[in-house]
């Protein structure tokens, strides 16, 4: 089960902060991901942290969003902070995990996953 939280209303240049927790998959090493859809556009990779750990991200974030993860025993957090944001981020933003071996190319690609949370709307005016 994959839960995510921290979207809203933001104005430009402002920051949010979104959360995802992972529960009950028993199998720990995957690969998490944040996702967002804009109306009439496809799904696109955001940030990634593939089970090696290594982390990526799409262009159009970098310098602006990090993202990181927190595990204890009972289940795994993934966050994204996110800062200076623009008009351009609006969007549904979903956070997936797959428990697939993916290298860092290819943790923008849905295929990878095989897990999905609800989404969490994120507007920036």
């Known amino acids: 089960q994959l839960v995510e939280s921290g979207g809203g209303s933001v104005q430009a240049g402002g920051s949010l902060r979104l959360s995802c927790v992972v529960s009950g998959y028993t199998y720990s090493k995957f690969c998490m991901a944040w996702f967002r859809q804009a109306p009439g556009k496809e799904r696109e990779g955001v940030g990634s942290?593939?089970?090696?750990?290594?982390?990526?991200?799409a262009d159009s974030v970098k310098g602006r969003f990090t993202i990181s993860q927190n595990k204890d025993n009972a289940k795994t957090t993934l966050y994204l902070q996110m800062n200076s944001l623009k008009s351009d981020d609006t969007a549904m933003y979903y956070c997936?995990?797959?428990?697939?071996?993916?290298?860092?190319?290819?943790?923008?690609?849905?295929?990878?996953?095989?897990?999905w949370g609800q989404g969490t709307q994120v507007t920036v005016s």
């Open positions: 997936a995990a797959g428990w697939t071996y993916l290298t860092a190319e290819q943790t923008f690609l849905t295929e990878g996953y095989s897990a």
């Open positions: 942290i593939n089970s090696d750990g290594i982390i990526s991200y």
